[in-house]
C-alpha cells in the first residue's frame, strides 16, 4: 500500500503537459458501509452526511485524455447508536486523488483514480504502523454546463482493509453530486517552457 | 521515498480532526455528589482517609518521595470489608504520575492476612498465593490512562488463563475515594517489587533476590544476594551457557520471553524487566507493565521483538540459550503449541477485555466527566474496540 500511496503522490507532482486546468469543487453526497460494529453490537446506521471540497489541476495528454489531481478536505458527520450510548461524530480528513479521465464529448467527461487519505487524525499517527492511510477507488462523471460551470457525480470505494474503529466516522464508500468552477485554463506547449 | 510521501501528507493530516457528542443511556453518577455509600456499583469501594493538606502536597509534588499515613476502609455493595486499616500511602509511577489521577502506593503497617479474600480476589496460577499482602497500588492504568482503563490487566489476566509459566501481578478494578470523595476508578493491583514476590511464594522478603533492567537496559540491583546477581549479569556477559542454565527457571524463561515477544511489548527488554530468585533457587522473570504492548511493529516478528536495538543483558541472555540446540528445540515447540492453541487467542482476548469493560462501563462516564480523558463516552468504546483489534492483527501477524 505505501507503494501505492507512492505513486499517487509522485504522479500527482509531476505532470507536464501542454493545456492546464485549475478549478474548485464542491460535492455534498452520502458516505455509507454495508456494516459497521462497535463495541460487539452491530450499528442500525451506518451512514454519513459527506461534504469535500477542494481543488482540481487537470492536465490533457490530447484532445480526448487527461489526468487530474488535486487536494481535498473530506467532513463526514454521522449518528450513531449502540444500546448504552448515542453519538454524533464529526470528521475531517484530507483527501489527494488522481484521476485518468476521458472527455467523451463537449459536454461529458468519465474518469477513474485513486485516492490516498489520513486515516486517523494526527495525534494518532504511528509512522510505524501500516493504517494510517486509507486507499478509495475513485470514479467521476462531469456534465460540462459552460465555460466556467460543471457539474460531477462523484463515487469512492475504499479498497483497503480497516477496521471500523476508523471508519465510523468515515464510512468507507460515498456517493457525492458537485459543482465544479473553472478557474483558469492555460495553453502551454513544453517548447514554451524551456 | 516513504518520508516524501508523509511529507506532502503531514498538512492535511495536521488539519483532520474527529470528535464525537454523547449522548449517553446510562445513569451517570455525578462525582461531586458521589460518595462510597450512596455510588451504585457491583465493584469495591476503597475509601482512604487522609490529611487533607499531606495529601495535596503529596499529590501536587508527585516527583518527590512524600510518604503519608492513612486509613483504608474497603467495601463492596455497601458492605464494609476492611474497616479503619492503617496504611502507608505514596504515589506510584514514573510517567504516568503525571496524569491528573495518579496511581497511589499503599503499604499496610503489618501484613494484611487476604486469606477470606476480602482484598483481592482474582483468579491466580495455582503455585501462587494472596493469602498475605504487604503493598499494593491504587493503579490509574499507567500509559494507558487515556485510553482503555483495562490494557494491562486484560493481557495479564490472557496469561493466567493460559496458565503460563510466569509471575505477575493480580489486579482487580475498584472504585477509589479519599476522604469521602470520588478519586476515580483505579485498579488495586499487586506489586512487582521484592514486597510482592515474597508474597506470592509465601517468604520473606529477606528471602528474595532481585534486580531490575531499566530503560536503556541498565542493571538496578534491588535487594538480596548482590554478588549473586553480579556473577549472573557476568555470566551472560561471558556467554557461560552451562553457569546460566543452572541459575535460570528454563520453563519460566521460555514462557516469558514467548509471551512477552507473541503480545510485542515494544517497552521491553530494554526497560520493564524484574527477575529474582527466592533463597538459591534459580532467577524467575516477572511479567508487568503492559501498557505499550502492540501499540507499534505489529507487524513484527516476536524475535524481532526480543532483539530490541537497545542492548540489554535479557536479549543477550536470550541469545546464549537460543544458541543451544537442546535449549533452542524446547523453546520452538512450546512456541508453535502455546500459538496455535486457544489459549492465547484474540477470541479469549476479546472475552477478557470485554468482561473488564463491562465491569467498568457504568463507572466510566462518571470517570470521564471528572478527568475528561478519553473525551467522550464514544472514544474509550472505540479505544477498547482497538485494543482488540490490534491484539487480532498482532495474532494474525505472529501465526
Redesign the interface.
Known amino acids: 500500500m505505501k507503494k501505492i500511496s507512492l505513486f499517487l503522490v509522485l504522479m500527482s507532482t509531476m505532470l507536464s503537459f501542454s493545456q492546464s486546468e485549475f478549478q474548485v469543487e464542491v460535492d455534498l453526497g452520502y458516505a455509507f458501509q454495508s456494516e459497521m460494529i462497535l463495541n460487539d453490537e452491530s450499528l442500525d446506521n451506518t451512514s454519513a452526511f459527506g461534504v469535500r471540497f477542494g481543488v482540481n489541476y487537470l492536465k490533457m495528454f490530447n484532445d480526448k485524455i487527461y489526468m487530474e489531481t488535486g487536494l481535498y478536505g473530506k467532513y463526514n458527520r454521522g449518528n450513531r447508536r449502540i444500546e448504552t450510548l448515542e453519538f454524533t461524530s464529526n470528521n475531517l480528513k484530507i483527501q489527494l486523488p488522481l484521476y485518468v479521465g476521458y472527455k467523451i464529448n463537449n459536454t461529458w467527461k468519465f474518469s477513474v483514480g485513486a485516492s490516498i487519505e489520513n486515516n486517523k487524525d494526527f495525534d494518532n499517527i504511528d509512522f510505524k504502523r501500516e493504517d494510517n492511510l486509507r486507499y478509495d477507488l475513485l470514479t467521476k462523471l462531469v456534465y460540462v454546463y459552460n465555460n466556467k460551470i460543471q457539474f460531477s457525480f462523484y463515487t469512492n470505494w475504499m479498497v483497503n482493509f480497516t477496521y471500523d474503529v476508523y471508519t465510523i466516522s468515515s464510512p468507507k464508500n460515498g456517493l457525492y453530486l458537485g459543482v465544479i468552477y473553472q478557474l483558469r485554463k492555460t495553453k502551454k506547449t513544453k517548447e514554451d517552457k524551456i | ?2 518520508q ?3 511529507c ?19 445513569n451517570v453518577q455525578d462525582y461531586k455528589t458521589l460518595t462510597p455509600e450512596n455510588i451504585d456499583t457491583n465493584l469495591k469501594v476503597a475509601n482512604l482517609i487522609l490529611d487533607e493538606s499531606e495529601f495535596k502536597e503529596m499529590y501536587d509534588n508527585y516527583t518527590e518521595d512524600i510518604e503519608i499515613q492513612g486509613v483504608l476502609n474497603l467495601y463492596k455493595n455497601g458492605v464494609i470489608l476492611i474497616e479503619n486499616e492503617v496504611v502507608e500511602v505514596e504515589i506510584k509511577g514514573t510517567f504516568s504520575a503525571a496524569f491528573e489521577l495518579k496511581s497511589l502506593g499503599i503499604k499496610f503497617d503489618d501484613t494484611y492476612n487476604n486469606e477470606d479474600r476480602k482484598l483481592i480476589d482474582p483468579e491466580i496460577l495455582p503455585f501462587h498465593s494472596l493469602d498475605r499482602v504487604k503493598a499494593f497500588r491504587f493503579r490509574n492504568s499507567g500509559n494507558d490512562f487515556e485510553n482503555t482503563m483495562l490494557k494491562d490487566m486484560s493481557y495479564t489476566k490472557l496469561a493466567v488463563n493460559a496458565g503460563l509459566n510466569l509471575d505477575l501481578t493480580y489486579a482487580e478494578q475498584t472504585v477509589v475515594f479519599v476522604n469521602n470523595k470520588f478519586l476515580g476508578l483505579m485498579n488495586l493491583r499487586t506489586e512487582a517489587n521484592t514486597n510482592g514476590m515474597s508474597r506470592l511464594y509465601g517468604v520473606s522478603k529477606s528471602d528474595i533476590t532481585l534486580a531490575k533492567i531499566l530503560e536503556g537496559g541498565i542493571v538496578e540491583k534491588k535487594d538480596g544476594d548482590f554478588d549473586r546477581i553480579d556473577d549472573f549479569i557476568a555470566a551472560i556477559d561471558n556467554e557461560d551457557y552451562d553457569y546460566l542454565i543452572n541459575e535460570i527457571d528454563v520453563d519460566n524463561f521460555i514462557d516469558y520471553m514467548i509471551f512477552e515477544s507473541y503480545i510485542g511489548n515494544r517497552d521491553w527488554p530494554k526497560n520493564n524487566v524484574r527477575f529474582f530468585a527466592v533463597n538459591d533457587g534459580p532467577f524467575r522473570f516477572v511479567l508487568f507493565d503492559l501498557d505499550l504492548v502492540a ?5 513484527s516478528s516476536p524475535m524481532s521483538f526480543i532483539n530490541n536495538p537497545i542492548g540489554n543483558p535479557i536479549t543477550d541472555l536470550f541469545n546464549i540459550m537460543y544458541a543451544n540446540e537442546n535449549f533452542r528445540q524446547t523453546y520452538d515447540v512450546r512456541f508453535q503449541n502455546l500459538i496455535n492453541s486457544a489459549l492465547l487467542s484474540s477470541t479469549r482476548f476479546n472475552e477478557i477485555a ?1 468482561e473488564y ?1 463491562s465491569n467498568i ?1 457504568h463507572i466510566m462516564p462518571t470517570q470521564i466527566n471528572k478527568y475528561n480523558t478519553p473525551e ?3 472514544e474509550w ?2 479505544n ?3 485494543l482488540k ?1 490490534n491484539f487480532e492483527a498482532r495474532e494474525n501477524y505472529v501465526r
Open positions: 521515498m516513504k516524501l510521501t508523509y506532502i501528507l503531514i498538512v492535511g493530516f495536521m488539519c483532520g480532526c474527529t470528535n464525537y457528542d454523547d449522548n449517553i443511556k446510562l501499540t507499534q511493529d505489529i507487524d470485554t469493560k462501563e467522550t463516552f464514544t468504546y472505540l477498547i474496540d482497538h483489534n
